[in-house]
């Protein structure tokens, strides 16, 4: 269940980032999720429409996207994707990935990662794209 307090922290954040602009109403949080996160969309979706009430961001559309496992070998040089079971125990601890090619330990370079990528708001009367938060 650490999809409510991941998405927790994302509303948080793009709450703390609304004052400096006149937002009206948000209309749509852009988030880029990896795969390695064993977030799942359908939960993090809900708990946003929870969170959502009773602030601007209520009736906003929470869209995700998701980022690929990618990891880097540095013994071989290997830069690619790797493949995972999806296992319970992942959501709790991180598991130890090698390398495809030779078996040695790689380094994750994508598919861990939870950032807000956009913010659509309706600024008086107009729709703003913010896209730094």
């Known amino acids: ?4 307090s991941m998405t927790e922290m994302v509303v948080k ?7 400096s602009h006149d937002i009206i ?10 795969e390695l996160t064993f977030l799942g969309e359908e939960q993090m979706k809900f708990a946003y429409g929870v969170l959502a009430k009773g602030t601007v961001l209520e009736g906003s559309e929470l ?13 071989c040089g290997f830069r ?4 995972h079971e999806d296992n319970p125990a992942f959501h709790v601890t991180s598991p130890v990935f090698s390398c ?5 330990r790689v380094k994750v370079v994508s598919g861990k990662e939870c950032t807000i990528t956009g913010i659509r708001a309706e600024v008086n009367d107009e729709e703003e794209e913010i896209k730094e938060v």
Request: hydrophobic share 40%; net charge neutral; glycine share 10%.
């Open 63 to 75: 869209k995700i996207t998701h980022s690929p496992a990618l990891v880097e070998c540095p013994a």
């Open 100 to 104: 495809p090619k030779c078996g040695g």
């Open 80 to 83: 690619g994707p790797i493949t």
């Open 25 to 34: 109403r948000v209309e749509r949080v852009d988030l880029l999720v990896g």
């Open 1 to 4: 269940m650490h999809e409510f």
């Open 13 to 19: 954040q793009v709450l703390a980032s609304l004052p």
